[in-house]
């Protein structure tokens, strides 16, 4: 049962626009929601996190959007770089305890020039 | 600082063979993790541990065993290697107020 579920799978976006990826989960204990970016032969790399008291995040040219009653969250990469192709992942994780993150499915996001 | 080092980077295995995945980090975390990356199935939870001498199942345990005996180190043991066992496995740590640090992940192979 997948705790966090993450779309597109795959996404193309021309350079200089949009890229936007979205994650929804089903456990409201939830309160911490990072983006791990993830390059070919390398390991997950956090790119940007929120907590729910925010219901937006930015750092740079990245932001996270978080509706709490909607129980989804997503990632907007505005002017979107050729450097930014990558696999992006969503996850989620409870704070308290062993803190476990569940990850989404991944999305293999190309930036074309 | 080396971070989060994990040893092999490769490896090809004969079913029914056993082999240890060795994971180290430098950064005094208290829990570790240990996951897998398949095609289309994004990190799954193999096995934690919130501090030495600890272990727990995560999401996909089976066929799989752990061991913390020192706080910096996190091993990963395959008893008998099966081919659905073939994936890209990611040691990571963090504590409770911390960003999950990940290694370079050790790319496994059961034939």
């Known amino acids: 049962q997948q705790q966090v579920k993450q779309s597109p799978q795959s996404l193309i976006v021309q350079k200089g626009g949009i890229s936007i990826i979205n994650c929804a989960y089903e456990?409201?204990?939830?309160?911490?929601f990072p983006w791990y970016q993830q390059f070919p032969g390398k390991g997950p790399a956090l790119l940007i996190a929120?907590?729910?008291?925010?219901s937006e995040k930015k750092e740079g040219r990245f932001t996270i959007s978080f509706n709490k009653s909607a129980k989804q969250f997503s990632l907007h990469i505005m002017d979107s770089q050729p450097g930014d192709s990558a696999t992006y992942f969503c996850?989620?994780?409870?704070?308290?305890?062993?803190?476990?993150?569940?990850f989404g499915t991944g999305t293999r996001l190309t930036i074309i020039p | 600082n080396a971070g989060v080092t994990q040893t092999p980077k490769f490896r090809v295995l004969k079913t029914g063979q056993s082999m240890t995945l060795l994971c180290a980090q430098d950064?005094?975390?208290?829990?570790m993790y240990w996951y897998r990356q398949d095609p289309g199935m994004g990190l799954r939870l193999i096995h934690y541990?919130?501090?030495?001498?600890?272990?727990a199942k995560g999401e996909v345990p089976d066929g799989y065993n752990v061991s913390r005996l020192k706080k910096q180190n996190f091993l990963l043991g395959l008893e008998s290697a099966a081919p659905s066992q073939t994936s890209v496995y990611f040691c990571?740590?963090?504590?409770?107020?911390?960003?999950?640090?990940f290694g370079q992940g050790t790319r496994l192979t059961v034939v």
């Open positions: 950064m005094n975390h208290e829990y």
């Open positions: 996850a989620a994780s409870k704070q308290t305890g062993a803190n476990n993150l569940f």
């Open positions: 990571a740590s963090r504590t409770t107020s911390t960003e999950a640090f």
């Open positions: 929120i907590r729910p008291d925010v």
């Open positions: 456990n409201t204990a939830f309160d911490y």
């Open positions: 541990s919130v501090g030495e001498g600890t272990t």
